[in-house]
């Protein structure tokens, strides 16, 4: 069983700052194909997809968050980050992190970790 721990949210002021971190209770980046990734859901909407990265530490973000939120991670620390900038009060939500394990396939969720941005 896979345990994936958010951490870093909070409330913050339009045009700031937060860094997310999810740490995994396995070595996520160990095997090829791996993806973990960020998600969002505000109220009374479905949750989206933020930002991915692979064990081949490929990146890619929703159009929404494009040159604003950066994911990163530590390998050694089985944590992956999401460095969020210049935060707009529609960023607010509920940020989960997502583990995708390749072989064999499985998928994990963390608990998510609210972030509120006032105007």
């Known amino acids: 069983q896979v345990q994936l721990v958010e951490s870093g949210g909070g409330l913050v002021q339009a045009g700031g700052s937060l860094r997310l971190s999810c740490a995994a209770s396995v070595m996520v980046f160990s095997g090829s194909g791996n993806t973990m990734g960020w998600y969002r859901q505000a109220p009374g909407k479905q949750r989206e997809l933020i930002a991915t990265?692979?064990?081949?530490?490929?990146?890619n973000y929703a159009d929404a968050v494009k040159g604003r939120f950066t994911i990163s991670r530590d390998n050694a620390k089985n944590t992956v980050y999401l460095q969020m900038n210049s935060l707009k009060p529609e960023d607010t939500a509920v940020y989960y992190c997502?583990?995708?394990?390749?072989?064999?396939?499985?998928?994990?969720w963390g608990q998510g970790t609210q972030v509120t941005v006032s105007s």
């Open positions: 990265i692979t064990s081949g530490a490929s990146t």
């Open positions: 997502n583990f995708r394990n390749a072989f064999p396939t499985r998928e994990y």
